[in-house]
């Protein structure tokens, strides 16, 4: 069984944060749901699904990333023909069995904020 890292870019428009909420459409959730659905990961427990943070919602990313282990080999664009528009795999790697993304050496963080006032149209 092989674990593999996943970088995850999304538009957090649409969504209630990352982290699964009953009810709720979820970041986490989706990524789950699709993962499943083309057979990369059956149960969370025993495949190690694993997160490096959560965000609120309505709150973009372009680098959040997930673990896990598979006896698929990962095929980045086949993930990326089943997500939803709002949410991309951008890169993967593989990783050690022993990698918790949640633990990684550097964060980097960029907020962005836009004045209210701001004109787009000039």
């Known amino acids: ?10 538009i957090g428009t649409n969504f209630h944060g990352f982290q699964r909420q009953p009810d709720l459409r979820t970041v986490e959730e989706e990524l789950i749901y699709h993962l499943r659905k083309l057979g990369y990961i059956d149960d969370l427990k025993k495949s190690r ?4 943070g959560r965000t609120d919602a309505g709150v973009h990313s372009l680098g959040n990333v997930i673990s896990f282990q598979s006896e698929k080999e990962v095929r980045v664009n086949e993930i990326n023909n089943s997500l939803p528009d709002d949410i991309q795999i951008l890169a993967k790697a593989p990783v050690r069995f022993g990698f918790k993304p949640r633990y990684a050496e550097m964060r980097q963080y960029r907020y962005v904020l836009f004045r209210s006032d701001l004109d787009l149209d000039k």
């Open 49 to 52: 699904f694993r997160i490096a």
């Open 1 to 10: 069984m092989k674990r593999t890292a996943l970088k995850i870019g999304y």
